[in-house]
């Protein structure tokens, strides 16, 4: 999984490329960059957010099966002490 400071490592390398190594065009508010950086840059953040987003819902999942599991058990428990009591 991805830490926070990974993806804001990459983002920082994104505004470099685009502040301090792009070539302003004349008269316009565009740059020029380095598309392949760019891109790989830009895949390398989609990949590690996909990573994170994954991570967490693999936990989320997880947490839910054992809540359920537990809920089983209980009720489980529960209708045995009903059966008990008859």
Request: glycine residues 4%; aromatic residues 8%.
């Amino acid at each position: 999984m991805i830490e926070r400071s990974e993806a804001l490592k990459i983002m920082d390398q994104l505004e470099t490329l685009l502040l301090k190594k792009g070539w302003p065009v004349p008269l316009t508010p565009f740059y020029l960059v380095d598309h392949e950086k760019m891109l790989f840059l830009l895949d390398q953040l989609r990949a590690s957010l996909q990573d994170e987003m994954d991570g967490r819902f693999i936990k989320a999942f997880t947490n839910q099966q054992e809540a359920e599991q537990q809920q089983h058990h209980y009720q489980k428990q529960k209708n045995k002490g009903k059966e008990r009591s008859h």
